[in-house]
């Protein structure tokens, strides 16, 4: 019997070392995120040295004797230790999931045990509630992760983190399920990792309702949620389910962009035709602002809310739509009386889906009419304004690419000096140089004319730059279709990667002539610039180049 009382007394210190641990540990990450708020120090203090001096005094105890001075100082430290658990408790109440999950996406290395400590926290709390179990979600499935190179994250093997969470279902009453059940389960999770596969879009993605359906899932499991095998499960497919978000999200983004810079230039026309502003495209674009300013502050807490976005995409489909109802759905074309009134002509039909096309609808002057409304009358040629887009040569193959940067560099401010530009939120991404920047602008000014030398060159940098930019993304996009056994979306891909890494040789050839014109002709003090922007690029191209022969692309030699 007293080895019996011995083995217990021990298996009970353990437990109270365990615990305190635990405690310390989510103490000082209380303390993290109050100051991750900007909140100062936690309300409340505890004594944690002078707990831990006391379990340390009890070690020489521990499987020696069972007195009641032992019993009565392991009775009191577990007291000590649920008082803390307690208060720690009502503190951590305040802060939502999210919050955890925004802490947890500013950390660039996330300690296993840290991890561990936390997740042993709330399992150790009377009640877990649909937040906590979020909780426990977020920690479970960070767990659960490999990070990768690209900030994205891959799910570890099975057989790493099944057993760690067997060890962590022992401190909460799971109970069992037979292997139909648990079958019927993991088929039903894997489902929902099926169908988040199929989304293609973002504005999907958001509607159809499959994230609150799989939250509403897994909240419905009660405490079956924590068995290891279904775990295993549920952390996967959260992990692939961010990836996928992660993917369709930054397309969006790009996309959003793209839109708000064309809504700056109707805004800049309508400064210049103040007639033109129909009461109704001014509510409108009043509405995407209130709407745009919600977006940004998300994005700057990382923190961006399906129905700010829907709202933000609302907006912006209902300023072009009333800008320009031809571009987005089939609609009624309105009738304008053409200025020699030869008969009608359609409003805005030169305004095609071509950023082109808008772009120089945006720069053209009206044509007179008999009373304003919310539709731009026909461009005239003799005035029409060409834009940077009309004057650059026609590319199909790097037409997406250059407007992506072209609508990028338009969302930065101009009196941003090139160095600073290409560090802003908008051209991040991009990775582009300051000469580039600085290329882009004084071709938009006119300040360098047409068909001369300077103007070869800073459109070749425009047009180098987005080769970069579109080789990048088609290298990233072909490792990650790779990953995830899409081969026919893989094969598309490689034909497409193909036709970019064809034009790179043309390209880099061309960044030899610039070079040796520069040589000959003895004006080196753009030669560092070239070099760069050359070094950049190939170091692209032959990224591709690899990532399209591992994949089994036809590379051209």
Known sequence: MNAMNLRHQSERYTRLSDRFRSLWTFYQFLGGLFKHQGRGTLPQTY?????????????P?????????????????????????????????????????RFFDHL?????????????????TDEIDDDTQDKLDILLTRLAEAPTEDGKALPRETSEVQPLFARLAAYIDTGSADQTSLAALRTAIRDFRTELGRVEDFGTLLTCGVYDRYRE????????????????????TN???????????????????????????????????????????????????????????GRKE??????????????IHAVLERFDPTERRPVEVPIVASPGGAGPAPALESRGSTPEASLAAVGTEPAPRSEPSGHLPPAEPETAVASLGQLLPSDAL???????????????????????????????????????????????EGVVGIDTLGWELGSFYLRSA??????????????????????DRLYEMLERAAQSLERAREMDRRFQWFIEDMLYRGETAHLEQIYRSRFRFLNVFSHLWLEHQSSGGITPL
């Not at 990382?302 to 995409?313: Q, Y």
């Not at 970069?468 to 490792?479: L, Q």
């Open 466 to 487: 987005a080769l970069r930019v579109k080789m990048e993304e088609e290298a990233a996009e072909i490792a990650r279709l790779r990953q995830s056994n899409s081969s």
């Open 61 to 101: 105890r521990m499987g020696l004797e069972t007195t009641p001075a032992t019993e009565h100082e392991l009775q009191e430290m577990g007291r000590r230790l649920t008082n803390i658990h307690r208060g720690l408790r009502d503190i951590e109440r305040e802060f939502p999931p999210s919050l955890l999950r």
């Open 239 to 297: 992990i692939l389910a961010r990836n996928r978000f992660q993917e369709l999200y930054e397309a969006e983004e790009t996309r959003i962009l793209e839109d708000t810079n064309r809504i700056f230039e109707i805004e800049r026309y309508l400064e210049r035709h103040p007639d033109f502003a129909h009461p109704d495209l001014r509510r409108h674009i009043e509405a995407f602002r209130r709407f745009r300013i919600r977006f940004d502050a």
């Open 47 to 59: 004594d944690f040295q002078e707990l831990h001096r006391r379990l340390q005094d009890l070690v």
């Open 398 to 444: 790097l037409n997406e690419a250059l407007h992506k940067i072209m609508f990028s560099l338009e969302l930065v401010a101009w009196d941003h000096p090139a160095d600073q530009a290409v560090h802003t939120k908008e051209l991040h991404n991009l990775h582009l140089e300051p000469w580039e920047v600085e290329a882009y602008r004084k071709l938009s």
């Open 302 to 315: 990382d923190n961006i809310k399906r129905d700010d976005l829907l709202e933000l995409r609302q907006s």
């Open 217 to 236: 899932f897994k909240h419905g499991l009660g405490l079956t949620f924590f068995l290891p095998e279904i775990l295993c499960e549920i952390t996967t």
């Open 108 to 124: 660039k290395r996330q300690d296993e045990k840290i991890l561990v400590a936390l997740v042993k926290f709330y399992l150790q």
